[in-house]
T-cell receptor, first 114, second 109 residues
Framework: GAGVSQTPSNKVTEKGKYVELRCDPI?????LYWYRQSLGQGPEFLIY????????DSGLPNDRFFAVRPEGSVSTLKIQRTERGDSAVYLC????????????FGQGTRLTVV | SQQGEEDPQALSIQEGENATMNCSYK?????LQWYRQNSGRGLVHLIL?????REKHSGRLRVTLDTSKKSSSLLITASRAADTASYFC?????????FGAGTRLTVKP
């Protein structure tokens, strides 16, 4: 597609449920990033993929969070046993080869855990 | 954890004035990028400056980088009401990008 696409735009889930957030990067972009942004804060780094592998997952807050990119394109961020504190906007970005190139962001998924 | 810190946290100016935002960071970088965000959703890339560059221009934007002080500044000249947004710097050290908390710029018409 023309840009980074994230689905769904909004997700409301009950505490304790499992959610999956999807990111479709720009075609041909090898680098993919996930961020979490709370109100009034900057994007907080979660995980970075280069191709299919997670080059850096040091930002994942705990083992309830997991992300995959099995074919080096679409990525899914998975959150188990959601907690109210997980409520935030989850942003995905892709870039052609990595941080030396401009990253393009999707519009994000607003996750609300009730 | 976040790498950069923007200063000030909030800035309010009149249309036509210049706006200067600063970013400080902690570790060595390869590049530094500035982004703009409207309404708390997608970020838009403004400019990338490499660690061996000291200054870069793009339209009404001017970015400086001082690696000895680990700081960068973003200057928006002749501001417009449409420039109202949050501005973030993002640094990379290990091929990922880390953002600061941002500067909230309000340009009054």
């Amino acid at each position: 597609g023309a840009g980074v696409s994230q689905t769904p735009s909004n997700k409301v889930t009950e505490k304790g449920k499992y959610v999956e957030l999807r990111c479709d990067p720009i075609s041909g972009h090898t680098a993919l990033y996930w961020y979490r942004q709370s109100l009034g804060q900057g994007p907080e780094f979660l995980i970075y993929f280069q191709g299919t592998g997670a080059a850096d997952d040091s930002g994942l807050p705990n083992d309830r969070f997991f992300a995959v990119r099995p074919e080096g394109s679409v990525s899914t961020l998975k959150i188990q046993r959601t907690e109210r504190g997980d409520s935030a906007v989850y942003l995905c970005a892709s870039s052609l080869t990595g941080s030396a190139t401009e990253a393009f962001f999707g519009q994000g998924t607003r996750l609300t855990v009730v | 954890s976040q790498q950069g810190e923007e200063d000030p946290q909030a800035l309010s100016i009149q249309e036509g004035e210049n706006a200067t935002m600063n970013c400080s960071y902690k570790t060595s970088i390869n590049n530094l990028q500035w982004y703009r965000q409207n309404s708390g959703r997608g970020l838009v890339h403004l400019i990338l400056i490499r660690s061996n560059e000291r200054e870069k221009h793009s339209g009404r934007l001017r970015v400086t980088l001082d690696t000895s002080k680990k700081s960068s500044s973003l200057l928006i000249t002749a501001s417009r009401a449409a420039d109202t947004a949050s501005y973030f710097c993002a640094t990379d050290g290990n091929n990922d990008m880390r953002f600061g908390a941002g500067t909230r710029l309000t340009v009054k018409p």
